[in-house]
């Protein structure tokens, strides 16, 4: 590595001083910075590069030099590690600051989760921020069962870190590969965040595949739906959840955006009919649902006898599943009936399995992208490709 002293003769002040500047070169690389000295330029002496030779310029030649030493100091002590640095890690370590080398694992977590709990209300939600918590807890957690240390070195990580973590998951914590997923995916946003802050040289997670999960989707058949609506119900709280759920059936709300609907989200639209017109929570889209006549005629049931503008009874999610427990009981349903059974329940029997193209069942259930219907519900899709065959299989042989 070259040090350079050089003054800045552009940068004259009203004394008629310019600052000596220092230039660093290494590897093609250039960085310059102040030393905070000032000089008349014609004390400066441009072959030697220092101030010319005489009793006041001794001092400040004196400077340039403990400057010199403690600059190759650092550089050494950079070299000793052998890890990769850039200049700016050989100021840092000049300067007694923190060098990104240095950096632990969960530090750039914290700085990770800092920056993003700023965007809470304005990019993301709450939620979204707590399960970044939640996996730095994690994170926390293993280091400390793997490697008894309260952190782990960024420049240290790779491959093998993320494998092991991933076992560590799912037989210390006994996650489902699915959680094990999600929990990966937002510690693979923190290294992204490295790497974008140039923390890290490398990705490690660029060799990672997530395991494939296959997860079969539980919906109620069109006979066990119509059962469902018929069945008598004559505890009133009951019944109003039975309403409710049937409504999502039809509608393929999520629970919060259920819970939250008012009749400011119910408008008239060009074809006559009523539409559902709000963002979902989750996603922040647009949803435009067309309300058909079974959920219409849920509506109608509790106009006008709701308060706070509200069109259907409300209910806690823990209380609204716990009545549906007893309402599979009631109607003999087998399944483990839950609020997000409806929003399956909607996006199959009432729309896949009515030949509704995969674009528009993804429009409807507000997700961000298509590729995750596809992921949830393209087994449905199988399935009905596969009746279609065997329906033109039949057709040939007669």
């Keep these: ?18 600052p000596i500047m220092c ?58 590690r052998e890890l990769p640095f850039t200049l700016e890690d050989v100021l840092k370590e000049f300067r007694g600051e923190t060098l990104k080398i240095d950096l632990g694992v969960i530090e750039v977590y914290n700085e990770h989760n800092d920056y993003y709990k700023k965007l809470v209300g304005k990019d993301i939600k709450e939620v979204s921020w707590q399960k970044f918590e939640n996996t730095k807890s994690h994170l926390k957690e293993f280091i400390r069962w793997k490697f008894n ?36 995916q937002r510690f693979k946003k923190l290294v992204n965040f490295a790497v974008a802050h140039e923390y890290l040289d490398r990705n490690p997670f660029l060799m990672h595949k997530p395991k494939q999960v296959k997860k079969e989707v539980v919906y109620l058949k069109i006979e066990e739906l119509k059962h469902l609506q018929e ?36 408008v008239k639209g060009e074809d006559g009919r009523n539409w559902i017109k709000m963002y979902r929570q989750k996603t922040n889209k647009s949803l435009s649902i067309p309300i058909l006549p079974t959920a219409q005629n849920i509506l109608n049931k509790y106009l006008g006898k709701l308060d706070n503008d509200k069109v259907l009874p409300s209910k806690t999610n823990a209380h609204f599943n716990a009545y549906l427990k007893e309402i599979a009981d009631l109607c003999e349903i087998k399944i483990n009936l839950t609020h997000h059974i409806a929003r399956k329940t909607f996006a199959t029997t009432v729309l896949l399995l009515n030949d509704v193209p995969m674009e528009i069942v993804s429009k409807l259930l507000g997700h961000s992208r298509i590729g995750i219907t596809q992921a949830h519900y393209g087994q449905i899709v199988e399935k009905k490709v596969g009746e279609q065959m065997d329906r033109v299989a039949k057709k040939l042989t007669k």
């Design 149 to 184: 240390q309260r952190d782990f070195k960024l420049n240290k990580l790779k491959f093998q870190f993320i494998k092991e973590f991933e076992y560590y998951l799912r037989t210390e914590k006994d996650m489902q590969q699915s959680t094990i997923n999600k929990t990966l």
């Design 1 to 18: 590595m070259k040090i350079l002293f050089l003054i800045q003769r552009s940068k004259v002040n009203k004394r008629g001083l310019v």
């Design 23 to 80: 230039r660093l070169t290494h590897l093609k690389q250039r960085k310059e910075f102040s030393t905070g000295l000032m000089i008349r330029p014609e004390e400066w002496s441009g072959n030697k590069r220092r101030l010319k030779e005489s009793a006041s310029n001794k001092g400040i030649n004196s400077e340039l030099e403990i400057i010199h030493q403690k600059i190759h100091k650092a550089y050494l002590l950079l070299q000793v």
């Design 231 to 266: 069945k008598e119900i004559k505890n009133k709280r009951i019944e109003e959840v039975r309403d409710c759920f049937v409504f999502c059936c039809y509608t393929g709300l999520a629970f919060n955006e259920m819970s939250n609907l008012n009749s400011g989200h119910i």
